[in-house]
């Protein structure tokens, strides 16, 4: 029998549109000429999921007794023998009632399958047996209804059912996914907008990742061994000319043809590499760079083109692109192929992409003395000395006259000079006297011996060798002056650009290190405090583990002192002196960044102290203001006992106790929280944790502001664990939270306690109707002192949310602020959960 094909809907959280998708897809199928039924679909009371159920033969359930309740389930024999084309499954982790053919639905799919039967599945992401540890990271709940990675894997077709985060909480806000009592819940807890983006993401990856094992099964069914690269790193290398937005482009088209794909520039500051660069240009790329999604990188070093290679092999690169050479043809043939000859030799499995531009070099130019004064370059003069010697000497051997000498002079000193230029001083040396010995032997008397029979010609020849030796000397001076030059602009450019790292960076010292790595090609760099790591870059070898041993010759350790109590670690090959003063620089900047660091936490420390003072300028102008209306008043009553007590009708006597008591009540509570902020400030709080019930805790609440039924709505689960708290403060909390709720809520509307259990953690909700609090100002009203509004007397020194913050911090827990859905505040209490308790309110 032919088996039946899998599809699979794949959600990143409950709502997203899996089942309506399902649906959806079963009627265009139907209204096909399939033979399509519903196994089984859970609306959740879902009125449009509902709807696309009608139309569409539904076979009826199973209905199951478990423990006095009635549920019903898929019944896969009833669907079996109707044996339709196609089957809608809803929820494919959903575990089965007692009693059934099978614990889990996905063997009953499993079973439809094997009987030919196409069925159309849905799945969250939190139900995949491999990501339920990643997604409780993230929610907090645990999943107990897993499918094995192999069951979808197996799926001959998985689609993404998408919808952005913010959507799917406004379908929830509206009350499309979730009935309206689960709506602050769900938005509080499972439904967070990072919860979300991160489900979103794990969904998308984990497709993504399902369509790379496709591809290596298909290469592997087919024979296929040939490297395939699905997803591209590319380098693009900068030098600071006209060509490099024409690169950035074209690398970021290269990078974009696969999923994934990532674009690094870099730039090489070199000594001996092309002409200088233009920092307006280079400025102009980077911020190209930054918005075609990619990173900008500068490293140093002598040779451009090992650099550029060694850089994309340390990002793992899978393409490199550089620019079609700027030199001129006249340059390129007298001073070999170039940078892009040697990088495709060095780039091995690295693919090389050559771009033309309109800067690329074609005159039949000389080329510019550069004064760079390399190996290479003085072989070159060497090799033109020998050449251009003999072919000059034919040329004006084929003319020779008796007049002809003092060109032919002037010739040879041309070619001294020429040499000069290419390789410097030896190589013009060589061939001074080369080209003196050549005049002597093929142009002056007697002809072909290295005689002079005048001795003007002799002191002409010696003045013509001394001119040599001077012009060479000269001509090789500039050039190691104009190489000082560039190397002290090399140097400015890359702590210009060190520079700017630390001032656009969070971290400058992370900063710094990781450059400093980067701009040496190091193996890592790490910068250590007192004994004490803070910032390293790249893989530091173990103990006993040479840097060698990784692949780099020559490679050491070395230790630089930043200051008394801190050392730069330097790990890869020894730097020449010439990097040695750069690395000063460097390091110099590391010692401020170092001194600011300190600096920072100093002021960090002091920050508390200016905050008491505020607090303390605060507290005098409420002692004034809040204070003195209490104690004037039992003051006032006590006078009035004292001097006119006898005289006084009973009536009048309760009346001024009853003041003074009322003003003396109040201010021991004022002096209360006085004292309880003080303590909490100074982290002098004194609680006494202990494992409680919250619904023990609540009613003691209720009774100390006099309230009933009619005034509160409670939503305390049966389940609920009990929490780790102190009794005494989480009254106190409560008390301050119901009494800002009732304070603001509208006639007719009811506060709201209710509470859920989120992960390890245990969630109490003090819900509002009234008008709300604008999120600029969330943060404000757990100030002391803060009376928002403050238009009466009556309202205390606006200590209440502070001490809750406080009471609630001291627990091991947060307070929050919340929108009620719909209009209002909710007032969030997060409490940990007592330790021998079980979470059985995780949401699924």
């Given at each position: 029998?032919?088996?039946?094909?899998?599809?699979?809907?794949?959600?990143?959280?409950?709502?997203?549109?899996?089942?309506?998708?399902?649906?959806?897809?079963?009627?265009?199928?139907?209204?096909?000429?399939?033979?399509?039924?519903?196994?089984?679909?859970?609306?959740?009371?879902?009125?449009?999921?509902?709807?696309?159920?009608?139309?569409?033969?539904?076979?009826?359930?199973?209905?199951?007794?478990?423990?006095?309740?009635?549920?019903?389930?898929?019944?896969?024999?009833?669907?079996?023998?109707?044996?339709?084309?196609?089957?809608?499954?809803?929820?494919?982790?959903?575990?089965?009632?007692?009693?059934?053919?099978?614990?889990?639905?996905?063997?009953?799919?499993?079973?439809?399958?094997?009987?030919?039967?196409?069925?159309?599945?849905?799945?969250?992401?939190?139900?995949?047996?491999?990501?339920?540890?990643?997604?409780?990271?993230?929610?907090?709940?645990?999943?107990?209804?897993?499918?094995?990675?192999?069951?979808?894997?197996?799926?001959?077709?998985?689609?993404?059912?998408?919808?952005?985060?913010?959507?799917?909480?406004?379908?929830?806000?509206?009350?499309?996914?979730?009935?309206?009592?689960?709506?602050?819940?769900?938005?509080?807890?499972?439904?967070?907008?990072?919860?979300?983006?991160?489900?979103?993401?794990?969904?998308?990856?984990?497709?993504?990742?399902?369509?790379?094992?496709?591809?290596?099964?298909?290469?592997?069914?087919?024979?296929?061994?040939?490297?395939?690269?699905?997803?591209?790193?590319?380098?693009?290398?900068?030098?600071?000319?006209?060509?490099?937005?024409?690169?950035?482009?074209?690398?970021?088209?290269?990078?974009?043809?696969?999923?994934?794909?990532?674009?690094?520039?870099?730039?090489?500051?070199?000594?001996?590499?092309?002409?200088?660069?233009?920092?307006?240009?280079?400025?102009?790329?980077?911020?190209?760079?930054?918005?075609?999604?990619?990173?900008?990188?500068?490293?140093?070093?002598?040779?451009?083109?090992?650099?550029?290679?060694?850089?994309?092999?340390?990002?793992?690169?899978?393409?490199?692109?550089?620019?079609?050479?700027?030199?001129?043809?006249?340059?390129?043939?007298?001073?070999?192929?170039?940078?892009?000859?040697?990088?495709?030799?060095?780039?091995?499995?690295?693919?090389?992409?050559?771009?033309?531009?309109?800067?690329?070099?074609?005159?039949?130019?000389?080329?510019?003395?550069?004064?760079?004064?390399?190996?290479?370059r003085r072989i070159l003069g060497?090799?033109?000395?020998?050449?251009?010697?003999?072919?000059?000497?034919?040329?004006?051997?084929?003319?020779?006259?008796?007049?002809?000498?003092?060109?032919?002079?002037?010739?040879?000193?041309?070619?001294?000079?020429?040499?000069?230029?290419?390789?410097?001083?030896?190589?013009?040396?060589?061939?001074?006297?080369?080209?003196?010995?050549?005049?002597?032997?093929?142009?002056?008397?007697?002809?072909?011996?290295?005689?002079?029979?005048?001795?003007?010609?002799?002191?002409?020849?010696?003045?013509?060798?001394?001119?040599?030796v001077l012009v060479s000397i000269?001509?090789?001076?500039?050039?190691?002056?104009?190489?000082?030059?560039?190397?002290?602009?090399?140097?400015?450019?890359?702590?210009?650009?060190?520079?700017?790292?630390?001032?656009?960076?969070?971290?400058?010292?992370?900063?710094?290190?990781?450059?400093?790595?980067?701009?040496?090609?190091?193996?890592?760099?790490?910068?250590?405090?007192?004994?004490?790591?803070?910032?390293?870059?790249?893989?530091?070898?173990?103990?006993?583990?040479?840097?060698?041993?990784?692949?780099?010759?020559?490679?050491?350790?070395?230790?630089?002192?930043?200051?008394?109590?801190?050392?730069?670690?330097?790990?890869?090959?020894?730097?020449?002196?010439?990097?040695?003063?750069?690395?000063?620089?460097?390091?110099?900047?590391?010692?401020?960044?170092?001194?600011?660091?300190?600096?920072?936490?100093?002021?960090?420390?002091?920050?508390?102290?200016?905050?008491?003072?505020?607090?303390?300028?605060?507290?005098?102008?409420?002692?004034?203001?809040?204070?003195?209306?209490?104690?004037?008043?039992?003051?006032?009553?006590?006078?009035?006992?004292?001097?006119?007590?006898?005289?006084?009708?009973?009536?009048?006597?309760?009346?001024?106790?009853?003041?003074?008591?009322?003003?003396?009540?109040?201010?021991?509570?004022?002096?209360?929280?006085?004292?309880?902020?003080?303590?909490?400030?100074?982290?002098?709080?004194?609680?006494?944790?202990?494992?409680?019930?919250?619904?023990?805790?609540?009613?003691?609440?209720?009774?100390?502001?006099?309230?009933?039924?009619?005034?509160?709505?409670?939503d305390l689960p049966a389940s609920?664990?009990?929490?780790?708290?102190?009794?005494?403060?989480?009254?106190?909390?409560?008390?301050?939270?119901?009494?800002?709720?009732?304070?603001?809520?509208?006639?007719?509307?009811?506060?709201?306690?209710?509470?859920?259990?989120?992960?390890?953690?245990?969630?109490?909700?003090?819900?509002?109707?009234?008008?709300?609090?604008?999120?600029?100002?969330?943060?404000?009203?757990?100030?002391?002192?803060?009376?928002?509004?403050?238009?009466?007397?009556?309202?205390?020194?606006?200590?209440?949310?502070?001490?809750?913050?406080?009471?609630?911090?001291?627990?091991?827990?947060?307070?929050?602020?919340?929108?009620?859905?719909?209009?209002?505040?909710?007032?969030?209490?997060?409490?940990?959960?007592?330790?021998?308790?079980?979470?059985?309110?995780?949401?699924?």
């Amino acid at each position: 029998m032919k088996q039946g094909r899998l599809r699979v809907l794949l959600g990143a959280a409950p709502g997203v549109g899996k089942t309506y998708t399902m649906l959806e897809e079963g009627r265009r199928l139907k209204a096909a000429g399939r033979d399509v039924v519903i196994a089984v679909v859970e609306t959740h009371g879902r009125a449009a999921t509902r709807a696309m159920t009608l139309g569409i033969e539904t076979v009826p359930r199973r209905v199951v007794e478990h423990r006095g309740v009635e549920l019903t389930e898929m019944d896969l024999d009833a669907v079996l023998a109707r044996s339709p084309a196609v089957a809608l499954v809803d929820e494919l982790a959903h575990t089965n009632a007692p009693g059934g053919r099978h614990e889990k639905r996905w063997r009953d799919v499993d079973t439809l399958l094997d009987a030919g039967i196409d069925v159309i599945t849905t799945v969250n992401i939190q139900h995949i047996e491999s990501l339920n540890d990643v997604v409780q990271q993230i929610t907090g709940a645990p999943q107990r209804e897993t499918v094995p990675d192999a069951v979808l894997r197996s799926a001959d077709q998985i689609e993404v059912v998408d919808l952005a985060p913010q959507a799917l909480r406004d379908r929830l806000s509206e009350g499309l996914v979730y009935p309206a009592a689960r709506i602050d819940a769900a938005l509080s807890n499972y439904f967070r907008l990072g919860n979300l983006t991160a489900l979103r993401e794990l969904a998308l990856l984990w497709l993504a990742d399902e369509v790379d094992s496709a591809l290596q099964r298909y290469r592997a069914e087919h024979g296929i061994g040939a490297k395939w690269e699905a997803r591209e790193r590319v380098v693009v290398a900068l030098t600071g000319g006209r060509e490099g937005e024409t690169l950035l482009r074209r690398g970021a088209r290269i990078a974009a043809r696969s999923a994934g794909g990532a674009l690094m520039a870099v730039h090489v500051v070199s000594q001996d590499g092309l002409r200088g660069p233009d920092p307006g240009a280079l400025a102009e790329q980077r911020a190209l760079v930054e918005t075609l999604g990619g990173s900008y990188h500068q490293i140093v070093g002598d040779d451009i083109p090992r650099a550029l290679v060694e850089f994309a092999r340390s990002a793992n690169a899978t393409q490199l692109v550089i620019g079609v050479s700027r030199r001129s043809r006249l340059a390129a043939l007298l001073t070999g192929p170039g940078i892009g000859a040697t990088v495709i030799r060095e780039s091995g499995d690295i693919d090389v992409h050559i771009v033309n531009h309109a800067a690329a070099g074609g005159r039949l130019a000389l080329p510019k003395a550069r004064g760079s004064l390399t190996l290479r370059r003085r072989i070159l003069g060497f090799a033109l000395a020998l050449a251009g010697g003999p072919l000059l000497t034919w040329l004006l051997a084929s003319f020779r006259s008796d007049d002809s000498i003092t060109s032919d002079v002037l010739s040879y000193q041309l070619l001294t000079v020429v040499v000069a230029l290419v390789g410097g001083i030896w190589p013009a040396l060589f061939a001074a006297v080369l080209s003196g010995l050549t005049l002597d032997y093929f142009f002056v008397d007697p002809l072909y011996t290295i005689t002079v029979s005048e001795p003007l010609h002799l002191l002409a020849l010696g003045l013509y060798v001394v001119i040599a030796v001077l012009v060479s000397i000269v001509v090789d001076q500039a050039a190691r002056r104009t190489r000082a030059a560039r190397r002290s602009a090399a140097e400015s450019e890359l702590v210009a650009s060190i520079a700017g790292e630390v001032l656009r960076g969070d971290d400058p010292i992370d900063a710094l290190v990781s450059r400093t790595r980067e701009a040496f090609s190091l193996d890592a760099v790490q910068l250590t405090v007192d004994g004490r790591v803070v910032a390293s870059a790249g893989e530091v070898p173990a103990d006993g583990e040479a840097s060698a041993d990784r692949g780099r010759e020559g490679a050491r350790s070395d230790l630089v002192p930043v200051d008394d109590d801190s050392v730069l670690e330097l790990h890869g090959p020894p730097l020449p002196s010439s990097d040695r003063r750069l690395l000063g620089v460097i390091v110099s900047q590391l010692a401020t960044a170092l001194e600011q660091a300190d600096l920072e936490e100093r002021a960090s420390e002091v920050a508390p102290l200016a905050a008491a003072d505020r607090v303390r300028s605060a507290l005098l102008a409420a002692v004034g203001h809040d204070l003195r209306r209490p104690l004037a008043a039992a003051s006032a009553a006590v006078s009035g006992l004292r001097l006119q007590g006898a005289s006084l009708s009973p009536e009048d006597r309760d009346e001024l106790l009853d003041t003074a008591e009322t003003g003396l009540a109040s201010l021991a509570s004022l002096l209360t929280d006085l004292l309880d902020v003080s303590r909490v400030q100074a982290g002098a709080l004194a609680v006494r944790a202990e494992d409680i019930d919250v619904e023990d805790v609540v009613p003691g609440v209720l009774d100390e502001l006099d309230l009933g039924p009619e005034g509160v709505d409670l939503d305390l689960p049966a389940s609920l664990p009990a929490v780790r708290a102190d009794p005494v403060l989480l009254g106190r909390v409560l008390v301050n939270l119901l009494l800002n709720a009732l304070r603001y809520s509208p006639s007719g509307q009811r506060v709201v306690i209710a509470a859920s259990a989120f992960g390890d953690t245990v969630q109490l909700r003090v819900v509002d109707r009234g008008p709300g609090i604008d999120p600029e100002r969330r943060e404000d009203v757990f100030l002391p002192f803060q009376r928002l509004g403050d238009t009466d007397n009556l309202t205390g020194l606006g200590l209440g949310l502070a001490l809750s913050k406080g009471f609630v911090e001291g627990m091991d827990g947060t307070l929050e602020v919340e929108e009620t859905p719909g209009g209002g505040t909710t007032m969030v209490v997060t409490l940990p959960i007592a330790e021998h308790a079980e979470t059985n309110g995780g949401q699924r």
